[in-house]
């Protein structure tokens, strides 16, 4: 795309248009176009704005000045052809409003509260026991009555002097954690509804909360250890699972194996090693066992594995075999870090927080009540009641309440009609995907309320919040400026007949110079240039990535579901790396049959290719039984290797500079001259020669060297295509401007550009 059709869709992303309360008739104008009248205030906003964030600069004003007359011709061409007006324009500048609305419907004051309260929670881990009593969301009044006096029964008991861990053993229905006494261990934050976290936290050390509700039903918490908080681990894992109904004999051989595992560890095998021989984790096994989320104190199984875990001190660090619900562990720590700064975490506590239901309905409800009081709403008792009266009766449709006003909001009234046809759609909604439960009518009527109040405030956030309609206006702008550009010149510039025309017309713009096609690397060493060369020599190029040999049973070529991830994941990497290709090479144990590690080479290979993986990037060679890798372990003989390799040089450069960054540099193109200092300081002939040019030493192959010539037209497309770009948009901008007069009001405009 052209300069110029690049700096339009920058400006598009940055203008930012103030809709100024001036009455356009009376205020001088900066710029008109057609009938529209751009006031120096809106003019110098937009300046001033893209001056501010680095997209123009004070020495190209006047290419701002082409560019912005050009951006504001499209959209108000766009506007006089109707494209505001479609259907999908409306649906899109819809979907964009709604997204664009949602941070403007949070009360921020309750939002930012609870990110400071959640991130000093986080400074402290606390232990609690609970005694639960569950009751439904929906229960009556006399059901959630029973539920409190009898949690409220016990916590007098306990108060009384009768153990805490009695009380939940006999009257407890957490199934998790009755047996135990209620003991939950150390809880997270954010992993819990927010009245169960609170009173967890605003619960001294030994002390019972009062009783208190949830969705699940009625709790009572015993806090029964406070302290700082341990920060995160990253793990790595071996585990061997035991099933929860295993016998005596299976539980024994899992706990040996996790022993053999961990006397391999103390002979310094590889973690990674032992862990793909020995876990039965198909997720991590065949990744050095690394699990992939950060683990506090409160989201480990329980308080065992985390005391083990925690006092692991450096990375590598393992613990002794852990038993809990799922196995035997042993656990490798990956990383550690203590809590982050408030600033590090107040984004992901703000998503976290945002995404919870709890908390959500405390910022929802505190919003709603303060847009209650900003928008006057007038609520009718007596319509109210009469309304809930008739909530489950039949109803004709023209009763005389349905037409009565339940509430105004600015004196716009809503009837009980709208609330009894808000209801009904909610049910139907709900029903759809299985969340349809009972509520009161006071529930109906309070999500009826809330989803006014809501509607009303989103419908006038333009009026209220000038910055939310600068964003929209911009938003609809750039739509209009894209379709119309879109339309008249990018489209049109995608007709190759026309390509080819404009192409034979100027044959004169698109020719070559002198030029050699050559080989050229650089490097810090000697050690590195010949280690260069060798890997350089021939495309494809061996790259050091590695992968875990896949494992074969006796005489069997079969994939077991491990060796189908590995493979999985061996065509992830070939569909993300489109450069690597792939050797596969068969092997087999002296004691296996002549052909099968030829099978298992070719069975991996038809898996690739049906993977959509081309035959052209996979390399198939069988080894048979010549390179046993043990001699003990025969198993580890019946196996396929996989070696990968680049077509890009970058790859290779890649692989050196990691090491050490800088140490290489290579490519193979065509050069031009003035293009390369090395390649200007020798002659254009054929072949190698090897150099040092300030201290870095140079190995240059020149394969090619062409004389001057015409480019074809598959050679010189791309930037034909660029060219008749320009020309298509030049000329059409000129037609615009022809249709649409444009009118400079160059002393504004010069006062506002200075």
């Keep these: 795309m052209t300069y110029t059709l690049r700096l339009l869709y920058i400006l598009t992303t940055c203008f930012f248009f103030s ?4 009455n356009a008739q009376t205020e001088t104008s900066a710029i008109k176009i057609g009938n529209r009248i751009i006031t120096p205030a809106e003019f110098s906003q937009t300046y001033r704005k893209l001056l501010q964030s680095d997209s123009v600069k004070k020495d190209n004003a006047k290419e701002f000045l082409d560019n912005y007359i050009h951006y504001k011709l499209m959209v108000y061409a766009a506007q006089r052809m109707g494209k505001d007006t479609t259907k999908a324009f409306r649906e899109e500048i819809s979907g964009y409003r709604k997204e664009l609305a949602a941070p403007y419907l949070v009360d921020k ?48 008991r306990i108060l009384k002097g009768e153990p805490f861990d009695q009380i939940a053993k006999n009257y407890s229905q957490d199934i998790k954690t009755a047996e135990k006494g209620g003991d939950m261990g150390f809880i997270a934050v954010l992993e819990n509804h927010y009245a169960f976290e609170s009173a967890a936290y605003n619960t001294p050390k030994g002390e019972i909360s009062l009783p208190f509700r949830t969705d699940k039903g009625f709790h009572l918490i015993k806090v029964l250890e406070k302290r ?132 959500g309905t405390i910022i929802k409800g505190n919003l709603v009540r ?75 009527y309070n999500l009826f309320v809330e989803d006014k109040i809501l509607r009303y405030e989103e419908s006038n956030l333009e009026i209220k919040y000038p910055e939310f309609r600068a964003e929209i206006q911009d938003f609809r702008d750039g739509i209009l400026q894209k379709e119309i550009l879109n339309d008249n010149v990018l489209e049109k510039s995608l007709d190759s007949l026309a390509q080819v025309r404009y192409f034979n017309q100027n044959a004169q713009n698109y020719q070559y110079t002198n030029r050699v096609l050559a080989k050229l690397v650089t490097t810090d060493r000697k050690e590195t ?11 494809p190029y061996p790259l050091n990535r590695r992968f875990p040999d896949i494992s074969f049973e006796k005489e069997k070529s079969d994939f077991s579901s491990d060796v189908q991830k590995m493979l999985y994941d061996l065509v992830v990497i070939l569909t993300k790396n489109r450069e690597f290709t792939v050797e596969v090479t068969g092997n087999s144990d002296p004691e296996e049959s002549e052909s099968i590690s030829a099978q298992r080479a070719r069975k991996i290979v038809n898996y690739l290719i049906n993977k959509g993986i081309s035959p052209m990037r996979i390399i198939e060679k069988d080894d048979g039984k010549y390179k046993p890798v043990s001699k003990t372990d025969r198993s580890k003989n019946m196996r396929a290797g996989v070696k990968f390799f680049s077509n890009s040089m970058e790859d290779v450069v890649k692989r050196f500079n990691a090491l050490k960054p800088g140490s290489l540099t290579a490519e193979e193109r065509y050069f031009k001259k003035g293009e390369n200092e090395y390649l200007d300081n020798v002659n254009w002939v054929v072949g190698e020669s090897t150099s040092e040019n300030k201290g870095r030493q140079v190995w240059l192959n020149i394969l090619k060297v062409e004389e001057p010539r015409a480019k074809t037209f598959r050679e010189a497309r791309g930037q034909v295509m660029k060219d008749y770009q320009k020309v298509l948009f030049d000329n059409w901008i000129n037609q615009l401007k022809s249709k649409y007069p444009v009118q400079i009001n160059q002393e504004e405009v010069n006062r506002i550009l200075d």
């Design 19 to 22: 809709t100024i309360a001036v």
């Design 109 to 156: 004051n309750v939002l930012e509260k609870l990110i400071q309260e959640t991130y000093e929670r986080m400074r402290e881990e606390v232990k609690v026991a609970q005694v639960f009593i569950p009751l439904p969301n929906n229960a009556s009044p006399a059901d959630t009555m029973a539920a409190y006096d009898d949690i409220r029964t016990l916590r007098l």
């Design 228 to 359: 700082s908080s341990k920060g995160k681990v990253k793990l790595a894992h071996i585990l061997v699972s035991v099933p929860a109904n295993a016998s005596a004999e299976v539980a024994a051989a899992a706990k040996q194996k996790i022993d053999e595992a961990y006397n391999y560890l103390k002979k310094n095998e590889p973690f990674e090693g032992v862990c793909r021989v020995f876990s039965t984790d198909p997720k991590t096994k065949d990744k050095g066992g690394v699990l992939n989320r950060w683990y506090e104190a409160g989201t480990l199984i329980d308080d065992k594995m985390a005391e083990a875990v925690f006092a692991l001190k450096e990375k590598g660090e393992y613990t002794a075999p852990i038993q809990t619900s799922l196995g035997w562990h042993i656990f490798r720590l990956v990383e550690k870090k203590s809590l982050l700064k408030f600033e590090e975490l107040a984004q992901f506590i703000r998503e976290k927080i945002t995404a919870d239901a709890s908390r």
């Design 370 to 444: 303060k847009l209650k009081k900003d928008n006057n709403f007038q609520e009718s008792i007596s319509v109210k009641q009469e309304a809930f009266d008739n909530f489950y009766k039949d109803r004709v449709g023209n009763e005389d309440y349905l037409a009565k006003a339940i509430f105004t909001i600015n004196q716009s009234p809503s009837t009980v009609r709208e609330f009894y046809s808000f209801v009904t759609k909610l049910q139907r909604q709900l029903a759809k995907i299985g969340a349809l439960n009972d509520k009161s009518e006071k529930d109906w």
């Design 529 to 539: 240039m010949e280690q260069a060369k060798g890997v350089l020599a021939k495309a």
